[in-house]
């Protein structure tokens, strides 16, 4: 397995694994939803407002996460990471984890502080992210499950309360996402 950033050539087979990868699990209009947001993101964003990277084998993707810019009041360097789509028949080997701690050393290198994500406190947790109440780092926009804001310092050890409001790239400012 070869982890590297994206080629923008791959923009379509990168929508066809997110749709397909969610499809299988939470039905097909969320596999279209979450597949449109990928390929949305590659598209749309600044290129100094998104990270992409991939997981090949045999020159195939199986696996890629996304990172775009968010943006606070304060001059803070942060992404916020999601989504994420490991191949059905590779889930449960590792794959993403490796994959989002590629993607995180990355951002590191690249001087990005902090990184968030909204979703699953038990997967993210094993590559560094913890639960950020709201009152500490707001999300963008209201979420339906408070207990998915996620985040970590790629910096120091705790994460800094960050006055005032957050934005995300405009491709993930819907509330459908949240």
Known sequence: M???????????????????????????????????????LMTT??????????????????????????????????????PVAIQTSYQGKGIGQKLISFGLNTLKENGVELAFTYGDPDFYSKVGFSLIAEKLVKAPLKLTCPEGWLGQSLVSDEIEPITGNSCCVEALNRPEYW
């Open 2 to 40: 070869k982890l590297s950033t994206y080629n923008p050539g791959t923009i379509e087979e990168i929508r066809q694994l997110f749709t397909k990868t969610f499809s299988d699990s939470e039905g097909q209009s969320e596999g279209l939803l979450i597949g449109n947001l990928a390929y949305d």
């Open 45 to 82: 964003a600044d290129a100094h407002d998104l990270y992409g990277f991939v997981a090949t084998e045999n020159e195939k993707i199986i696996g890629s996460i996304i990172f775009s810019k968010l943006t606070f009041e304060s001059e803070v360097n942060a992404f916020l990471l999601g």
